[in-house]
T-cell receptor
Framework: AQKVTQAQTEISVVEKEDVTLDCVYE???????LFWYKQPPSGELVFLIRRNSFDEQNEISGRYSWNFQKSTSSFNFTITASQVVDSAVYFCALSEVTDKLIFGTGTRLQVFP | DTGVSQDPRHKITKRGQNVTFRCDPI?????LYWYRQTLGQGPEFLTYFQNEAQLEKSRLLSDRFSAERPKGSFSTLEIQRTEQGDSAMYLC????????????????FGQGTRLTVV
């Protein structure tokens, strides 16, 4: 069965703090893809990153970084020096052969000035 | 605007009425997906199309729900005899899929249609 768990329901930080959003996934497939999406108050899901199961290299994009560890089935997302504009709900998602996305329940991040 | 667009953005309907939503995907995308998102939850997959063919339907999609993509471009999602439990955000997404190089490209989402059944 496929499942994505985001155990942190809500996180609050003060601007400039670093914050890590956790994501744990379950799948029986050896080929799969992991995603992170951001959902601001406007409601639109904004794509952040896609990672395939054969590429465990960590990735950094500006203030964002992702840590993929197959050994622990985790794909965590870190925002460095958070900003108020980072406030949103963040979703981790998994897709397998059929490429439909299985989403976690999301983590609401609030960044206070 | 070249993104995924959905219409209407908001819909309030009385229980028992039928509603129809429209999704216009990114023009070169051959895959189109429908998801449903309730408050405090992540989006849940409903169905998807490759061109005009509906390839998969979730068990969440009861007989009251029907989706079409008649010419492989825009899609409609109809809910018949709406119930209060149908109240949710309905999200549409599109992506490209190439048989020669199958890999799950990222799906781009529209802003959704928020349905309220009263």
């Amino acid at each position: 069965a496929q499942k994505v768990t985001q155990a942190q329901t809500e996180i609050s930080v003060v601007e400039k703090e670093d914050v890590t959003l956790d994501c744990v996934y379950e799948t029986r497939d050896t080929t799969y893809y992991l995603f992170w999406y951001k959902q601001p108050p406007s409601g639109e899901l904004v794509f952040l990153i896609r990672r395939n199961s054969f590429d465990e290299q960590n990735e950094i994009s500006g203030r964002y970084s992702w840590n993929f560890q197959k050994s622990t089935s985790s794909f965590n997302f870190t925002i460095t020096a958070s900003q108020v504009v980072d406030s949103a709900v963040y979703f981790c998602a998994l897709s397998e052969v059929t490429d439909k996305l299985i989403f976690g329940t999301g983590t609401r991040l609030q960044v206070f000035p | 605007d070249t993104g995924v667009s959905q219409d209407p953005r908001h819909k309030i309907t009385k229980r028992g009425q039928n509603v129809t939503f429209r999704c216009d995907p990114i023009s070169e995308h051959n895959r189109l997906y429908w998801y449903r998102q309730t408050l405090g939850q992540g989006p849940e997959f409903l169905t998807y199309f490759q061109n005009e063919a509906q390839l998969e339907k979730s068990r969440l999609l009861s007989d009251r729900f029907s989706a079409e993509r008649p010419k492989g471009s825009f899609s409609t999602l109809e809910i018949q005899r709406t119930e209060q439990g149908d109240s949710a955000m309905y999200l549409c997404a599109s992506s490209t899929w190439d048989r020669a190089a199958p890999s799950n490209t990222e799906a781009f989402f529209g802003q959704g249609t928020r349905l309220t059944v009263v």
